[in-house]
């Protein structure tokens, strides 16, 4: 079971009315006939975990997933003795029932899933799912105001310090949601005190209704007629190089839709990322009549399988050797382009996608969310380029950066250059990094991270007009540069609805109150303000040292060794 | 009527209403409640005046209390002009004082408005505290522990602070690291208020020395010398750099007190002892010596040559130090003893007893018989020390007239490499690593100068000074950190600041 921090009373975290039982299941794969493997639930009380039950539910002659198989480990032969869920169903739904007068609400990380995938179940034996609401954890954490990496749960423990001691299993995965769910609820109401928590959830809540689907939106899953091959295709373990190859050949030829989601099922190693990458990219090379939207497909695989490789110089290899020769051919992605690049949730670019990680394996020794970029890399990322030294004649060598940037890839290369400059920023160089920011952005880079850095430096560095360091006429003046930056940020990304963007769009509502607010006056104008100067100093203001550069402290070493002339030495 | 009891400063009182028969509001008064200890009457003292009208009467009127603060005494003012009653705060808020309350110098008891002084519009520590801590430092101590030393100080004084005390000395080693910034500040802020006037006092006495009658003007000697400290470069390194502790005494008559006066007059660290770091500590004292007494380094050298032509109307002697010139003078005895089988006789007695340096005439005779007996022992003409001879030598025979004509100043450095060594460089082996800083490094060392003057030997003195400061800026104190150095700099190690200083301040 995930811990959570202690010293919280309970009692605050009373909901009258609601019984609140959080639920995860497995299932055998997440296209054609889903069916539930594992459900395990918990029943929450004042905050705490008052019972649980986990359930194996023998799903009969179901074809199994081994990409699921692989991540839960729920194989036939294990759930042979298991019961199936007409067995069951008395005992499921007592728990998902509330007593009189009280209304059930089921948390869970994308609880509308195993929603989904219990009113199947029930639909399946003739029944109707009890009526109840949903509370996702993506909801609480919106009101909770965290912002974690990433959507997943592994993400979400992460951004809480919390852990899963058993993940991908169901009763693992539901303890951990339980904690997730029970802190952030404690964050809600220690952040307003006075607030009522019922009235809170009434607000987060959806009202869920197995038949109609009620005020939520049930996913629509692919209804695809497949052929016998490409059925097989599906069906193929995917663990073995051979097969795998083969069945991807299958979902190839038949223009599969879902063939990003099949490269990804059949990575589990890193081993089979390099294979599944090779695969792909081979494939674009032997076939001239692939279409647009299939080479997007293919790519939207590279990358998946690109996140799973831990080996940044691996990365780079494929990006130098494969990659690169595409950056001019798929250049900016258009909203009116058919490359199906953009069918992901958060509307971003895939081929972006894949960059980023390039990028990520440029500027990073390793990949770790924690580790900082190398130095010596981030300066490589921009080769040639000092925002101090004007530049010198003749062409500059060209970075990473300029190659992205020329083929158009601006998203990228501006988040290439927000880590960049977030290094520079936290060894001392801020100037050096707003200047690095501001150039990226006068070059046309908008990414949020980007836009964020650069209004967070204008505000904090005082700076006007894009001089650094100086002190603006107007002291709202930084604030409605930075509004100014953030919503042009904010129109070039219009479908966006990742963490970034919600963070992005905090700010701007923050800095919209301080510019719109009318100017401070004192309580008490009888205060009176030290206006008494500093003492003189040995050193003033103007004989400042500022930072030396690596050639200056060269040049001082040599200053000292070297000897006088008429020393012994010299003689 | 009885209206209850009430409970102020451990003694409980009777409440009494009253109401008047005439057309009066009615009001409350209170007296010791019977079969509760009467308490001694307190020592009077008069409460604070109002700022805004000194002449009208005020009395004690509450406290007041942040969340996270120290109780301080409030007033209230009762105008004689017409205008309306107000509460106010003194200028430099007092801790309130509970009856009983004694001094913990003194062990006198306080009277109610003798509370302990604020040390400067928003602060929470009083000014004894600071001006003790002031004292600390100026002994040697580090920043993190008198820092800590002063939060359990207020913590005894007011039952408020962050630091608790502690035996553990992991976590006496977290408070250290954690508080430091608190002295640091403090040695920023309070070190040029009680140096200032110091060194101002210090120039007037020896401007009063230079002021006098020719015939009766007595000689200003000015003794020069430096220490280095050793630092590593960068935690974990072996790579060690230095920077040097600068030294000036001054030596004269104070003919009001009839007696030698031999002060410590400035400590300085800068990057390096090169002439320019000499030339900042002589622009910095501002005035021109009768005598320099120094050893016969090349930086000294080069900043009195500068001394010397920025100065032509105003001649001066530079001296060797007696201490210096013994040591040459015993490193040639020795190798001519070793290389040459040079028998000294008594002539390394009359360096060990000073007797060589006396006046002109014993140096005049110690050489004479240095160089009679070479010609006797028959050391060969090619060992003698010709280049001491050639150089140095006639700069002894031109200073030993000098000297005589001023007896009682000092013949060496003795006394301040003393200094020096008992001062400076026990604080500098063990904190040298910390300071990189420049100007406040310079700031404590205007402490440690303070400290060898007796400044810090009557603290009422300096919290006296911290006090009116204080109060001639309206109870503010000059405005923290306004000295930082760029992020990732030191400017104490930073070899180029000497000679961009000497050009900022155009030398």
Redesign the interface.
Known sequence: MATSKRGRSPKQLHVKGRRLVVVDCETNGLYGDVRILSLAVIELRNGIAADSKLWLVNPGNVPMDPGAIAKNGLTADLLEDASSFDVLVDEVTQWLTAPEGDTLTLIGHKVSFDAHKLAGEYRRLGLTLPPLQLLDTAKLVEAAHVHPERKSLEALLAALGLTNSAPHTALGDTAAAAAAAVELLHRIVEDEKTIDLAAVLDGLCVTYDGETGGSWVVPVEPEVELTDAHRSAHLADLSDGRSRSLALDVCLGEDCAILPTRMEDGIITQAHARQVTTWALASIDADDTLSRATIGRLLRGVGQALRRVEDPEYVLEVYRNELAPYLDWLGPCTPEDACERCANESGTCDFDGVLRRCVDAFVQDKFDPFAKPSKKRASEFLAGYNPKVARKRGRPKEGFYGELRRAGHLDAAGYGIARVADVRRV??GREWAYRLLRKAWDDGCRTPRLAEMLASMTVVDAVEGGSWGAVPVDPKAPVIEAVSLIDESLASYPNQSSHIFERLDERRNRLTRVRDAAPRVARNPTT?L???????????R???????TAREAAA?VV??AAPRAGSRRAR | MKNGTRKVAGVTYQRYLCRPNNSDAAHTLKSYASGSATPEPTPYSPPERCPKHPLSRTVRDGKTKRARGVERQRYRCYPNNGDAEHRFTPVLSRLVVDHGETCPECSRERGVNQGDTNVAHGYKFTTRVVAAALAELADGDSYGSTAVWAKQQMLALTGHTSTRITSSSREKSRQRKNSWRLAADWVETFSPVLFEPWAAAARAEVDEAFAQPTKDRQVVSLLLDDIPVFVKARQGTRQRQRFSVLAASESFIDLDKGQRVTRLRLLRAYPDHSGDAYKLVLAELGYVPDIVMADGGTGIGAAVRWLEKSNPGKPFAVCLSAYHLRQQLRRQLAKLSSEHNFRPGDLEDRLQNWSFSSSSVAWHTWWGDYENRMRAQKIAPSAWPHKWINEVKPRVDAQMPVLDQSRVLPRSTGSLEATLFDIVKPTMNVRGPGFGNLERTNRLLDLMTLRANGVFDNLQTVANALVTDALLHDGFAPPVRSIADVRMVRSLLDETMTERLVKQAGL
């Not at chain 1, 030290?530 to 003033?540: A, F, W």
Request: aromatic share 0%; glycine share 8%; charged share 25%.
């Open positions: 060894e001392g009176t030290n206006v008494r100067r500093p003492h003189s100093t040995i050193l003033g103007a004989a400042m040292p500022a930072k030396k001082t200053k000292v």
